[in-house]
C-alpha cells in the first residue's frame, strides 16, 4: 500500500445556482482543484465522479463522460468512472480513487462531485433524495425521508433523554460556523430558540433541524505521496480510510437510536491508520439532520452512547471546544449537495490542516476525520487525514 495525499481542492458555494449546469459546476471545480495542485491534464491518470441524482432531476446519466467531455479531458481517453452511494456517493468517489493510487494502479487522480438539486421542485428534489431509502418498503409506503429521521431521533430521545433544546444546539453551532465561512449557503447564525421554533417537518424534526437540499460541487486532486514529496507539492495525507453498509430500510435494524455502518467505518479507518478518536482535532460529520451529528459522534467513540447531545449543549464541538464538529457550517448551513457532500467536508478538512480556514480556524489541528453516509446510514465512508 502506497501512501495518498491530496495536493489542491476545488469548491464551488452551495445553495440555488439557478446561473450554471451540472457540466459548468463540475468543470469550474475541476479547474480549480488542478490549478490549486499545480498540474496539468497529461498528468491526470484518472476522473472519479461522485453524483447520485443527475437521472432523476436532469435526465443525464452517463455523468462521469459528460464531466470528463466537458473538461476537455475525453481526447485524451482518461478513464472517468461514476460513483454512486446516495448522498455518501462523493465520499465513496474519495475512497475509490484512494484505493486505485494506494494500489499502485495509478498515481494521480481528481475525484469530484457534483449535483443540481433546485432545477426541480421541492416535491421532486425531497423525492430524489427518498430514493436513498428503501423504494419498496419506505418510500412507496409514505415514508419521508425526513420522518425516517424522526423515528430515529424519537427513539434516540426515548433511550437517552435527548431533548429539544439539544437537537437545538447542534444546528444553532452548525450555523455559527457557517457564519464564519464565505462558502456556505447560509452563512449566518441563528440562535437555539429559533430553531425550536422553527415549523414542523416530522416530529420531533423541525425545519431548522434539516439540511437544504443545495446545488453545488467540490474536487480535489489526488497523488501517491511520494511523487507529490518529488514535484514539491504541500500536501495532506490520507492516513484512513473505512466503508461499511447496513440494511436499506430501518425495520430490519435491531435498534433505531443506533447507525452501525458510520462506527464500523470509522473503526477501520482508525485501525488502517493506528490512530483512535481521542487523536483527531477537527470533525466534519453528515448532519443532514440534526440527530444524525449526535448519533454519529457517539458511533465513531468520539463520545459515550448518549453524552453526544449533552456534550454539544456544553459548546465542546463548537469552536473554541474540545472537538470541533463541522467548521465548515455542515450540510445544515454550508449546504447539501448530495455527490459533492464528502468531497466538501475533505476540502474543510484540508484547509483546516492547512492553515487556511481564516476565522474558523482550529488552533494546532494536526488530525482531521470526515464522516459521510447515505440513506439513513445503509453506507458510511470515513477518512482520516494528517498535516504533514
Not at 464531466?67 to 446516495?86: K, S
Amino acid at each position: 500500500m502506497r501512501d495518498v495525499s491530496v495536493i489542491g481542492t476545488g469548491i464551488t458555494k452551495f445553495g440555488e445556482l439557478w446561473d450554471k449546469s451540472l457540466r459548468q459546476l463540475g468543470l469550474e471545480t475541476g479547474l480549480a482543484a488542478i490549478s490549486d495542485a499545480g498540474i496539468t491534464s497529461k498528468d491526470i491518470d484518472a476522473l472519479y465522479i461522485g453524483n447520485m441524482a443527475a437521472g432523476s432531476t436532469l435526465q443525464q446519466e452517463h455523468v462521469s463522460a459528460l464531466i470528463a467531455d466537458y473538461c476537455g479531458l475525453a481526447d485524451q481517453n482518461i478513464p472517468a468512472t461514476r460513483v454512486e452511494a446516495a448522498s455518501a456517493s462523493g465520499g465513496l468517489a474519495l475512497r475509490q480513487a484512494y484505493m486505485a493510487i494506494a494500489g499502485g494502479f495509478i498515481d494521480i487522480a481528481v475525484v469530484g462531485g457534483a449535483e443540481k438539486m433546485t432545477d426541480v421542485s421541492d416535491s421532486e428534489s425531497s423525492y430524489a433524495i427518498s430514493m436513498g431509502s428503501d423504494e419498496q418498503w419506505e418510500a412507496k409506503a409514505g415514508a419521508t425521508f425526513a420522518s425516517l429521521h424522526a423515528m430515529i431521533a424519537q427513539s434516540h430521545m426515548e433511550k437517552y433523554g435527548t431533548t429539544r433544546e439539544q437537537l437545538s444546539a447542534v444546528s444553532s453551532k452548525n450555523h455559527y460556523h457557517a457564519s464564519l465561512n464565505p462558502m456556505a449557503q447560509f452563512p449566518f447564525a441563528i440562535n437555539p430558540e429559533a430553531v425550536s421554533n422553527s415549523g414542523i417537518v416530522s416530529s420531533p424534526l423541525r425545519m431548522l433541524d434539516c439540511a437544504p437540499n443545495s446545488d453545488g460541487a467540490a474536487a480535489v486532486v489526488l497523488c501517491a505521496t511520494e511523487k507529490a514529496k518529488k514535484m514539491n507539492k504541500k500536501s495532506i495525507k490520507i492516513i484512513g480510510s473505512g466503508q461499511a453498509s447496513d440494511t436499506l430500510s430501518l425495520h430490519h435494524r435491531d435498534k433505531l437510536y443506533r447507525l452501525p455502518a458510520i462506527g464500523i467505518a470509522a473503526k477501520r479507518a482508525f485501525e488502517s491508520c493506528g490512530k483512535k478518536a481521542k487523536d483527531i482535532d477537527v470533525i466534519e460529520i453528515h448532519d443532514n439532520y440534526t440527530i444524525s451529528e449526535i448519533i454519529a459522534l457517539e458511533e465513531m467513540g468520539i463520545f459515550k452512547e448518549g453524552e453526544a447531545a449533552i456534550k454539544t449543549l456544553e459548546g465542546e464541538t463548537k469552536l473554541g471546544g474540545k472537538i470541533p464538529v463541522n467548521t465548515s457550517g455542515g450540510l445544515k448551513a454550508r449546504g447539501h449537495a448530495p455527490g459533492a457532500t464528502g468531497i466538501a467536508q475533505v476540502i474543510e478538512i484540508v484547509q483546516q490542516l492547512r492553515g487556511d480556514a481564516g476565522d474558523r480556524q482550529v488552533k494546532n489541528a494536526k488530525y482531521g476525520l470526515a464522516e459521510n453516509h447515505g440513506g439513513t446510514a445503509a453506507t458510511a465512508v470515513v477518512h482520516i487525514l494528517e498535516a504533514e
